[in-house]
């Protein structure tokens, strides 16, 4: 089975920007978005990015105008740009792959943003 690993995670003053990137270990057919989701600590997981294999995309309203999602088709990679990070934007990140059978989960990464 195909596993994804996301990188890019770390510790970073606020304000400050990280770039996160899935990948995955082999190919991945029938695509029908790709996601990142956000774990604060004590917290359930919740969407952050979506996109769309439409190219649509959707926000948290806690990160629009700060995060940006993209993807690499030709790859099946999907990226995170953040910036203007802020002390509630730690926890873990978790990337997502679905298609219509099947929804791919990263091992996760921790992003960690002092204040």
């Known amino acids: 089975q195909v596993q994804l690993v996301e990188s890019g995670g770390g510790l970073v003053q606020a304000g400050g920007s990280l770039r996160l990137s899935c990948a995955g270990s082999?190919?991945?057919?029938?695509?029908?978005?790709m996601g990142w989701y956000h774990q604060a600590p004590g917290k359930q997981r919740e969407l952050v990015a979506e996109?769309?294999?439409?190219?649509?995309?959707n926000y948290a309203d806690s990160v629009k105008g700060r995060f940006t999602i993209s993807r690499d088709n030709a790859k099946d990679t999907v990226g995170l740009q953040m910036s203007s990070l802020k002390p509630e934007d730690t926890g873990v990140y978790y990337c997502k792959i679905a298609t219509a059978y099947h929804d791919y989960w990263g091992q996760g990464t921790q992003v960690t943003v002092s204040s």
């Open positions: 082999g190919k991945i057919f029938g695509i029908t978005s």
């Open positions: 996109r769309t294999s439409y190219g649509s995309t």
